[in-house]
């Protein structure tokens, strides 16, 4: 079935570094990658998303990359800060539109 | 911009009883969809509605799980009888269009708690 794998599962960062988080996804119809942001106890919320017509996009301190080819993409972060620990989840539309989620990527900023 | 509304926030009850969990969607979203997080299966997509209608309920557990959208601005997902291991925190997201490719938004999620 419809699949999105995300890595790494934890990712510890000191202030000011760059944070990577990397997903595959399995359905090669799939169109639209949207990436979320859930901090302990809130919802999870938008931060960017991408469509397949496009390879990156920007904004600000944070960029996603689409290789439609190989099935991937990812989500980098420069100039980390502390407000950017959370659980990042990266997500794939899937048939039916249907959001496939990985399975979220804790990131944690140190000062 | 009200956004996503859940009701109630947090629902604490024993097994076997009904709950009703409510979600009211973004003004002219038509699309709506109801969520459970849990740690060990994380963000599970459990029906989806569009224009009010469902379109795939593949992802609700069991005959004890039920939504309804009566409306365009009003949606529940019922359990009953509910069970300990329904505790989980049920989100709600709405999002504009029928077609893909339209962000989804969240509410703040109901956290349910079975003893």
């Known amino acids: 079935g419809e699949n999105v794998e995300q890595h790494p599962s934890t990712l510890s960062v000191q202030e000011g570094d760059s944070a990577v988080i990397k997903c595959t996804y399995s359905d090669s119809a799939s169109n639209y990658f949207p990436w979320y942001k859930q901090e302990l106890g809130k919802r999870p919320q938008l931060i960017i998303d991408i469509r397949s017509n496009v390879g990156e996009k920007k904004d600000q301190r944070i960029a996603v990359t689409l290789n439609k080819t190989a099935k991937h993409f990812s989500l980098h972060i420069t100039e980390t800060q502390p407000e950017d620990s959370a659980v990042y989840f990266c997500a794939s539309l899937g048939g039916y539109n249907k959001l496939i989620f990985g399975a979220g990527t804790r990131l944690a900023v140190h000062p | 911009d009200a956004g996503v509304i859940q009701s109630p926030r947090h629902e604490v009850t024993e097994m076997g009883q009904e709950v009703t969990l409510r979600c009211k969607p973004i003004s002219g979203h038509n699309s709506l969809f109801w969520y459970r997080q849990t740690m060990m299966r994380g963000l599970e997509l459990l029906i989806y509605?569009?224009?009010?209608?469902?379109?795939?309920d593949s992802g609700m557990p069991e005959d004890r799980f039920s939504a309804k959208m009566p409306n365009a601005s009003f949606s529940t997902l019922k359990i009953q009888p509910s069970e300990p291991r329904d505790s989980a925190v049920y989100f709600c997201?709405?999002?504009?269009?029928?077609?893909?490719?339209?962000?989804?938004?969240f509410g703040d999620g109901t956290r349910l708690s079975i003893l």
């Open positions: 997201a709405s999002s504009a269009g029928g077609s893909s490719n339209q962000p989804q938004h």
């Open positions: 509605f569009n224009n009010n209608v469902p379109i795939d």
